[in-house]
């Protein structure tokens, strides 16, 4: 499935990087970039969008039309009857296609590499910088991590607005992004570790099978040592592997019950919470658990 990027081109010496040994050349629009998604590389031409191909057409067909009409008013000039002939010749051009509207598209996360300076924007996570092809998986990472400390910063400000409700339903949001960050950069690991084993078809109905599965900790689990032969919480001791488990199930508990304990975290969490009641979403179990993430 194609997606769309972008490319930061210097205005000025200042701000180009020093160069590399693999820096693109002088002439940007004949040199190689590569896809920062899928880590394709090709020539700048065969990068472009839908969009821009049909607005091209779109210019391609309006001067087609324009040279012909332009031919036909040379030729047909408007000529007055002569020697009591009736007979006289006008051409009066139509109107020409229109041109198609083109808007970019607006992209949410700006990246710059950390090996070559580049700029770039993409969306959600992308592995290569399409300068240089360095991996970037680290940026888009710790960029997501400090928007949500910039969130739960704010709890303060959402407190004192809304009210304690207001800022419980607020914990509920950072958790529930603390889940999607986990399961956004490990399903990206993992699709692109299986892709490049390969076969392609294999890899593709393996990616497929993830589903919601690496939104629980031992769905994530289980795919990266079955298909990969990885243990991704080898470094988490076991007390901190069972606070991180209750926290992915008090997400679930907000998402899925309105945040009221039922019998299914009863059984799952170490808790002592009682049926019925409204989870405690306190700030530092998010930062804790962000940091184990």
Aim: with cysteine; net charge neutral.
């Amino acid at each position: 499935q194609p997606r769309y990027f972008k490319i930061h081109i210097p205005e000025s010496d200042e701000e180009k990087p020093e160069k590399t040994e693999n820096d693109m050349n002088n002439d940007l629009s004949q040199s190689d970039i590569i896809c920062p998604y899928c880590g394709h590389r090709g020539n700048m031409q065969e990068f472009h969008t839908r969009e821009q191909i049909k607005w091209i057409k779109s210019m391609i067909e309006r001067d087609f039309f324009k040279s012909i009409q332009d031919t036909f008013k040379q030729a047909l000039k408007p000529s007055r009857p002569r020697n009591g002939s009736f007979l006289s010749i006008e051409f009066k051009p139509g109107r020409l296609p229109s041109v198609r509207h083109y808007i970019e598209e607006k992209l949410r996360r700006e990246v710059e590499c950390s090996k070559c300076g580049q700029k770039y924007a993409v969306y959600g996570i992308a592995f290569h910088c399409p300068f240089c092809g360095g991996g970037n998986i680290l940026i888009h990472f710790k960029r997501s991590k400090q928007i949500i400390m910039s969130l739960l910063d704010s709890g303060d400000i959402i407190k004192e607005k809304g009210g304690e409700e207001a800022l419980h339903h607020h914990m509920g949001n950072c958790l529930e992004d603390v889940v999607s960050l986990f399961e956004g950069l490990h399903k990206s690991l993992y699709s692109k570790a299986i892709i490049e084993r390969g076969p392609h078809e294999e890899a593709e109905k393996k990616i497929k099978r993830i589903k919601t599965n690496f939104q629980r900790l031992s769905g994530a689990e289980e795919f990266f040592i079955k298909d990969l032969d990885i243990e991704i919480f080898a470094p988490l001791s076991s007390n901190e592997r069972e606070f991180l488990e209750e926290l992915f199930l008090k997400r679930h508990v907000i998402t899925h019950n309105l945040g009221l304990v039922d019998q299914k975290y009863l059984e799952k969490a170490n808790s002592m919470e009682s049926m019925g009641r409204e989870l405690d979403i306190l700030r530092p179990d998010i930062q804790k658990g962000l940091e184990f993430v």
